[in-house]
């Protein structure tokens, strides 16, 4: 449950709800907007204000307390987005506990498939329905939810990710292994037990056509159709690499981001997709990367760090354009742009998710040339016309 002061009840971009969220991701509009129809006419009914359905849309968030005995239960919960309001719903729309199996990684699929997440042995996937109606009484019910045969006990999956179909699921274990499946049919289409030493990122092409999988000093990419690495992208001098997201720049080229960590700060890395050679890297001073994106029209990058702050940056000219400083009180795990891209989600360690809308950036006003050079023109003629009818141009020094 969200806590918050009695006097807080105006809308806020801030809510605490109760645990340490470790995923946080946006689910398909059509999922739910039956559900937030409902919950609208509910607010009407009690005479209270509500914004337009189109202006809502939900997010999900994933974590707990784990296996100890703090006594924080282990989560899925759906909230509510407001973009009228520009808020976060106190209360979820939806709540399933899940015993002591923490979610700590998660993937929503595309097509409004439901939600796969990964527990500390295997991976489950949950409807939709089961998390926003669960049973009366139930706490943790296996309505709705199961168990995937093919990731059953195969201990913590520390990446998840579905290609932009829905039709490919991927999943990166903290033993190495990396397992490509097709969905929902769970075909095995790859099963690299050395792909790394460990897994710790994964992402799609737009196209589909290529996987990145991230892990120690490297990162490795795999052609999805072949179910063969075709590329090693390694690391330089003191990078970490941590993240590794897939986009388009402004000509529509697909490029891909690799967020890195070294001595002296943060550092994102641009990589050409047919050749996979650097393009270019952005040094942040001083800022620890622990969270990063990128958002729908790829022409912003998120990133998180260890004191709480969200920085978004420009991509194209890799330079700040919204700084949230102390957005939460520790380090940022996660981060999740809207699908419109008109604002971002960032939750942490300290139980809170926190919506920032996007500034826009004001539109610089160009010179028109053209019209510069017919008022230059005119203003000649004009100009020449009233010397030559002063006498003081003769007509012998006329046009």
Partial sequence: MANQTPESNQPSNTQTYGFPIYAADWIPEETVRSKIDKDQDNSEDVGGESSSSTSRSCIVLAGGGGEGRSGIKNVIVICLVDLDTKSLSEQPLGRIVLGTD??????????????????????????WESIISPREGDQGGEEGEEVINELKDVGQQLALAFNQEGSVLAAGGEDGTLRIFEWPCMKTLLDESKAHASVKNLTFSESG??????????????????????????????????????????????????????????????????????????????YSISAFNVSADGKLLALGNMEGDVLIIDSTKMKTHQLVKKAHLGLVTALTFSPDSRCLVSVSFDSRAKLTVIEKTPE?????????LLLCVLLYVVSYYFLMAKGIIGKENSL
Avoid at 102 to 123: E, I, T
């Fill in 102 to 127: 923490l979610p700590y990684r998660m993937a929503v699929h595309p097509r409004g498939g439901g939600l796969v997440c990964a527990l500390p042995n295997s991976c489950k996937r949950f409807d």
């Fill in 209 to 286: 056509k290529f996987l990145v999988s991230l892990g120690g000093p490297l990162c490795r990419v795999w052609d999805v159709n072949t179910s063969a690495a075709i590329a090693s992208l390694s690391k330089e001098k003191d990078e970490m690499f941590a993240y590794c997201r897939f986009s388009v720049d402004n000509a529509g080229n697909e490029v891909l981001y690799i967020a890195a960590n070294t001595e002296r700060g943060g550092s994102i890395i641009t990589w050409d997709t047919t050749t996979w050679k650097r393009r270019r890297s952005k040094l942040m001073k001083n």
């Fill in 364 to 372: 610089k006003q160009g010179v028109n040339w053209l019209v510069m």
